[in-house]
């Protein structure tokens, strides 16, 4: 059983920044001048360092901050059998539709040779656990209640897949998607086991499947794979996901499973990023089989607040991409509107985002994001009443 956490509990979405020498680091080990073990020691330290950072935050629930990860979906090539890593560019080069993909990649704020995708090139299994020797790492180093994030199964699939370098393997996404659901099955399992507080999915394409209205963007390549009916892609995401989570019942193990969804954390310039309510996607969302919904809220791009049945919120309250540290009484202001809605404990309370959802394109320093940390600690315990 794991610790319990108070009403209005504080946690993050995932990422926060890597430092320097960890930025550097990543990239020596990814040219091959760094041996893996002298990586693994180097991000070692900075989980324990970033797990001491939250502590003395006052954060509830903790992660270890995606510190190994060079980005929130692509890490996953390391894990993985049949995954390979390519560049956008790259896959210019084999795509036969060249006119549509070129689109995309104008659609993109950075050039394309700088975004690599974790690409399916052959059948995919899982050779070694996604996320579940990280948890066991840090749950030596803290004693508090620990989240982990996974990609979820629709954006593995639709981002995976490019039919392209893959057809050998698979003639259809929907045929990918019974391995992804397969890996994640396992993974989940060995999470819970391992005593994980809260399992959280990322699934940030489904608002780009509502909030497009027919025009292409992209987290990475997944608009490869998109069909050209937004119900049918919703639908496939609900099935998918839902399929990952039937039978592991974790709030009888004291456990979480969430569902993290946003509008794209590739950059700083609001503008460039997707905008609407959640009101097209909430009856999909109260079908998925998670105890979670974590949503962006302290934008405005995201409108006001939709109630979701039988489902708890993880509200946020913070713009993770912005220089200024929301105030007490702002953040507070967020979570009272919301308490017209959801009873504080299942109420949580969290960043729009990640600080760094890719290791060397982060939205944020680490000394703000502390600080916004903080305030939204503040604001909890407030509201509690000083507790």
Request: one cysteine or more.
């Amino acid at each position: 059983m794991t610790a319990s956490l108070p009403p209005l509990a504080v946690t993050t979405v995932g990422s926060w920044p890597r430092s320097p020498e960890l930025l550097r680091a990543q990239k020596a080990k990814r040219a091959g001048r760094l041996d893996p073990a002298e990586f693994d020691r180097l991000a070692d330290a900075a989980v324990r360092e970033l797990l001491r950072v939250q502590e003395d935050c006052g954060i509830d629930l903790v992660t270890d901050g995606e510190q190994r990860r060079d980005s929130y979906f692509s890490f996953v090539a390391e894990k993985l059998d049949g995954v390979a890593m390519m560049t956008l560019a790259d896959m210019l080069e084999i795509i036969e539709d060249k006119v549509a993909f070129e689109r995309i990649l104008q659609s993109l704020d950075v050039p394309a040779y700088s975004i690599s995708n974790a690409t399916c090139v052959g059948r995919v299994r899982r050779a070694r656990p996604l996320v579940a020797d990280d948890l066991r790492f840090a749950q030596q180093h803290t004693g508090k209640p620990i989240k982990v994030t996974l990609p979820g199964p629709y954006l593995l699939t639709r981002g995976m897949f490019v039919r392209e370098a893959c057809g050998h393997a698979y003639d259809s996404k929907e045929a990918l998607g019974v391995d992804v659901v397969a890996l994640l099955r396992e993974e989940l399992g060995e999470l819970l086991d391992a005593g994980a507080a809260f399992i959280q999915f990322d699934e940030p394409v489904l608002t780009e499947v509502v909030f497009t209205q027919g025009q292409t963007r992209t987290f990475m390549c997944a608009a490869l794979a998109a069909a050209a009916d937004p119900a049918e892609e919703l639908e496939f995401a609900v099935a998918l996901l839902n399929q990952v989570t039937a039978g592991f019942a974790a709030t009888s193990r004291g456990a979480r499973i969430g569902l993290h969804i946003c509008r794209g954390n590739w950059s700083t310039n609001e503008a460039t990023l997707l905008r609407g309510g959640y009101h097209p996607l909430a009856p999909y969302l109260e079908r998925m089989k998670v105890d979670q919904v974590v949503l962006e809220y302290a934008t405005e791009r995201a409108g006001e607040l939709v109630p979701l049945a039988g489902k708890e919120l993880g509200l946020g309250v913070i713009n993770p991409r912005t220089p200024r540290i929301e105030t007490v009484a702002e953040i507070r202001a967020r979570i009272e509107r919301a308490l017209q809605h959801y009873p504080p404990e299942r109420l949580f309370l969290n960043p729009d985002c990640g600080f760094a959802t890719f290791s060397n394109r982060p939205v944020n320093s680490l000394e703000i994001a502390i600080q916004k940390m903080r305030a939204m600690v503040t604001a909890a315990h407030e509201l509690r009443g000083g507790a």
